[in-house]
């Protein structure tokens, strides 16, 4: 039985295990939308597997614009099987500064929940 090649979106792919994992679905013949702030990671990976990356610059911080681009990615690869929600940040905050907290929050909790509702 042939291995059926999926469509997979994933948030943050611009470094770490978000950048593994569409390496990983990319050697094994899936078509893979990636999201990141870093348009330069996301050019020279699509660059690396020629027609089977699909890119769109995003900063989940910007909840309501990220979700817009999530549907327009989904929308260029006519609907995907599979979405990894995989940005986030982390910061020690020695000085308690707001701005770091705020960060993390518009992040890990508003950015994801947006994108997760709308992955749904």
Do not use: P
């Given at each position: 039985m042939a291995n059926k090649s999926l469509k997979i979106v994933?948030?943050?792919?611009?470094?770490?295990?978000?950048?593994?994992l569409a390496i990983h679905y990319l050697r094994q013949g899936h078509s893979v939308g990636i999201t990141g702030r870093r348009l330069n990671k996301?050019?020279?990976?699509?660059?690396r597997f020629l027609g089977r990356?699909?890119?769109?610059?995003?900063d989940v911080t910007l909840a309501?614009?990220?979700?817009?681009q999530l549907n327009h990615l989904i929308d260029k690869m006519e609907g995907v099987d599979l979405i990894v929600l995989n940005a986030g940040i982390g910061s020690i905050n020695h000085e308690l500064d707001w701005k770091i907290e705020q960060q993390?929050?518009?992040?890990?909790?508003?950015?994801?929940?947006?994108?997760?509702m709308t992955a749904t």
């Open positions: 994933i948030v943050g792919a611009t470094s770490g295990l978000g950048e593994a996301l050019t020279s990976l699509q660059q990356v699909f890119i769109k610059q995003m309501g614009q990220a979700v817009i993390t929050i518009d992040t890990n909790i508003s950015g994801f929940t947006a994108l997760a």
